[in-house]
């Protein structure tokens, strides 16, 4: 079974850094892209940055684009949310996904997701 | 404001069938495909349709998508009433991003 368990969500200040891990499970990880998709209270989905199964490629939501940087463990089957200069807008519910295969293909399984609180 | 447009809200009675749609551009849509997801309340998203029209294992054939250019639809037979839950579609974007719809809430009357 598929198994994605976030960790890393906190209280922090603006401006404050904060680094989300995703440890993964019952899959192959280095086959599969990974994602980290968001959700703030009562909002929709909404994508904020993508990586392919060995690393070479990611791709970051243009509000997140210089200040988040998504990266991977292979060998520690783990995937990482390094977030920086963080703002009150990125309060929400931050979910690790498993890619169905390519970062184009989409997601076919999701975390439970870790909470991300920015204020002051 | 989200990439793909969806409508905020759909209802339907027990047993009905009901349609959410999706609209979006050539960029996303019409030249990619489209996944949909089902949020129940407190939940996290869950896979229903992937790749336009196919079922992951383990979901009822109630549900069904479709896709014409740049538009698609998630259609919902035989209502029930645990299918009231938010429902979004996604798909990728020329410019390398991942985009999701809205999202429709959907209440089972």
């Known amino acids: 079974e598929v198994q994605l368990l976030e960790s890393g969500g906190g209280l922090v200040q603006p401006g404050d850094s904060l680094r989300l891990s995703c440890s993964a499970s019952?899959?192959?990880?280095?086959?599969?892209?990974m994602t980290w998709v968001r959700q703030a209270p009562g909002k929709g989905l909404e994508w904020v940055s993508g990586i392919s199964a060995i690393g070479d490629a990611t791709y970051h939501a243009d509000s997140v684009k210089g200040r988040f940087t998504i990266s991977r463990d292979n060998s520690k089957n783990t995937l990482y949310l390094h977030m920086n200069s963080l703002r009150a807008e990125d309060t929400a519910l931050y979910y690790c996904a498993k890619g169905i295969l390519y970062s184009r293909d989409g997601i076919d399984v999701w975390g439970q997701g870790t909470t991300v609180t920015v204020s002051s | 404001q989200s990439v793909l447009t969806q409508s905020p809200s759909a209802s339907g009675t027990p047993g009905q069938r009901v349609t959410i749609s999706c609209s979006g551009s050539s960029s996303n849509i019409g030249s990619n495909t489209v996944n949909w997801y089902q949020q129940l309340p407190g939940t996290a998203p869950k896979l229903l349709i992937y790749s336009n029209n196919q079922r992951p294992s383990g979901v009822p054939d109630r549900f069904s998508g479709s896709k014409s250019g740049t538009s698609a639809s998630l259609a919902i037979s035989g209502l029930q009433s645990e299918d009231e839950a938010d429902y979004y579609c996604a798909t990728w974007d020329d410019s390398q991003k991942l985009v999701f719809g809205g999202g429709t809430k959907l209440t089972v009357l």
């Open positions: 019952g899959f192959t990880f280095t086959t599969f892209a």
